[in-house]
């Protein structure tokens, strides 16, 4: 697991700032049970004047605190820098742009498994009670039920959209579902499926092609 979490804060120094000559950032942090308790150190050297040659050095502590998931290894997390910028704001102070980067390992859970899930439900006294209900129907029953299924048996239909008899003589028509492109004409997929404009008018209410417009398209086999 690794997040990027930023900071931002303005340091005012005790004198003017004409020129930040150095700057470096530093962190020391420590985990607790539910957070990581921590310092920024912001440290470097500046002139108050332009044409000073000396440079009067700064040091800024910034405290902070990030709160943990529980599900993160406490043993296991790392506080990097990612990221570090400042920017003048006023003639003395500057504000910094932190980001930390927080990476740890996530605890492993424990799942049961769905075999072990069945083998709880399957105890002795369940699988006896399933067996009863399983033998409530008398296999005269079973019989008789057979004989109404034989004398009155029922017929599936296929659906239109899969597959559609349109004779006597076993020859069946398929359907193609065509998505409409730019470039497609009525013209272009008629010739493309060598079918009629007609026929497609047929299975399609349609004025105008647009495109994204799907089609039902069915191709006749001899």
Not at 112 to 140: A, G, H, T, W
């Amino acid at each position: 697991m690794n997040n990027i979490i930023p900071f931002q804060k303005e340091l005012k120094f005790d004198t003017k700032v004409q020129e930040i000559t150095s700057i470096s950032l530093e962190r020391e942090f420590h985990v607790e049970e539910e957070e990581i308790k921590g310092n920024l150190f912001v440290t470097g050297d500046y002139k108050s004047h332009e044409i000073s040659a000396n440079v009067i050095p700064f040091s800024f502590k910034i405290p902070f605190t990030i709160a943990i998931a529980q599900d993160l290894e406490k043993e296991s997390i790392q506080l990097e820098i990612h990221d570090f910028a400042y920017e003048m704001k006023e003639n003395d102070q500057i504000q910094v742009s932190i980001e930390l980067e927080l990476s740890g390992n996530v605890k492993a859970e424990v799942e049961e498994s769905s075999n072990e899930m069945l083998e709880l439900f399957e105890e002795p006294e369940y699988r006896e009670k399933k067996d009863e209900i399983l033998e409530v129907e008398s296999q005269d029953e079973v019989i008789d039920k057979k004989e109404k299924i034989e004398e009155n048996p029922v017929i599936v239909e296929e659906p239109d959209i899969i597959l559609n008899q349109v004779s006597d003589e076993n020859e069946y028509c398929t359907y193609h579902v065509h998505i409409v492109l730019d470039t497609d004409t009525i013209e272009s997929i008629c010739m493309k499926y060598q079918v009629s404009e007609d026929l497609i008018r047929e299975y399609n209410h349609f004025t105008e092609l647009s495109k994204g417009d799907k089609l039902i398209i069915p191709v006749s086999h001899e």
